[in-house]
């Protein structure tokens, strides 16, 4: 056999699982968005799955997804980017990296039930805030407004470990030749940080903003276990509510125009990221 169909044999099951796994769901879904049917078959072709979803309950879970996306982000991207700064040169920067990797390792029901022990209404975070003097919260009930940062909380607290490794890859890439010659120039920590660090890491931080995104904006397993949406919907997101429509009231079709949008969200999220940050 000539070598260069090597390559093909090797490349097939990849693009078998692809094929299979992936596009074909993704079409046979939005196929399904456009029927009346409540089953798997095909029913009458009609736009009313997508006419539900101008519903005020819909665009509360759209407004809750973008506040979740848009929070874990702000706080993923530079607490994980001043951790591998802080660990980079350490001696004990091993030991550091894998504590905080660890998160990433555990199972995302494991961390939702972690952290629904911490911040239920006798966990631990409320036993550390009242050394301080600090009255106990209902982080996860009550009127729903500390539910949203808990659950950001949460969900970045597992995922800043694996962009921290992220960053130090690209911090270890950088030339040492250039801040050596910052330095015989004059510059200081802060200059090389803005002028070097910064600019080295452009393609890193393009990589985090859009992994973070998609990975915040397909997360399933902690809302479902930490909040189930709750309290008053105020944590229902867009992943979540497409799991509840399919599964839990079995309208197969409206949970496949919600699949739509956010598998569009998900393009178009990281079509503008690359956009602005290449």
């Given at each position: 056999m000539k070598k260069k169909y090597w390559g093909y044999i090797f490349y097939a099951p990849a693009l078998l699982h692809i094929l299979i796994f992936r596009i074909y769901p993704t079409i046979n879904t939005a196929?399904?968005?456009?029927?009346?049917?409540?089953?798997?078959?095909?029913?009458?072709?009609?736009?009313?799955?997508?006419?539900?979803?101008?519903?005020?309950?819909?665009?509360?879970?759209?407004?809750?997804?973008?506040?979740?996306?848009?929070?874990?982000?702000?706080?993923?991207?530079?607490?994980?980017?001043?951790?591998?700064?802080?660990?980079?040169?350490?001696k004990f920067s091993g030991l550091f990296k894998t504590s905080f990797f660890y998160p990433y390792t555990m199972a995302m029901v494991a961390v939702a039930i972690i952290w629904g022990f911490g911040f239920r209404q006798d966990g631990f975070v409320n036993e550390f805030l009242s050394f301080f003097g600090i009255a106990p919260k209902n982080w996860l009930g009550g009127a729903g407004h500390l539910a949203m940062p808990v659950l950001i909380f949460a969900t970045a607290w597992r995922y800043w470990g694996y962009f921290t490794l992220i960053y130090l890859s690209g911090l270890e890439a950088i030339p040492a030749e250039l801040y050596e010659a910052a330095k015989i120039d004059?510059?200081?920590?802060?200059?090389?940080?803005?002028?070097?660090?910064?600019?080295?890491?452009?393609?890193?931080?393009?990589?985090?903003?859009?992994?973070?995104?998609?990975?915040?904006?397909?997360?399933?397993?902690?809302?479902?276990?930490?909040?189930?949406?709750?309290?008053?919907?105020?944590?229902?997101?867009l992943s979540l509510d497409v799991y509840r429509q399919g599964f839990y009231y079995f309208n197969v079709n409206v949970a496949s125009a919600e699949a739509v949008v956010l598998i569009s969200f998900a393009i178009i999220i990281s079509i503008f990221q690359y956009r602005i940050t290449r």
């Open positions: 196929i399904l968005s456009f029927y009346d049917s409540q089953q798997l078959a095909m029913g009458n072709f009609t736009l009313s799955n997508y006419q539900r979803l101008l519903s005020p309950r819909f665009l509360q879970v759209i407004w809750n997804t973008f506040y979740y996306v848009l929070g874990g982000v702000i706080i993923i991207v530079p607490i994980s980017l001043i951790i591998a700064l802080l660990i980079k040169n350490s004059g510059a200081n920590s802060l200059q090389s940080f803005i002028n070097i660090t910064l600019p080295q890491l452009r393609p890193i931080f393009s990589f985090v903003l859009v992994m973070s995104s998609v990975e915040l904006l397909r997360q399933f397993a902690i809302p479902n276990v930490l909040t189930g949406g709750g309290p008053y919907n105020q944590t229902m997101i």
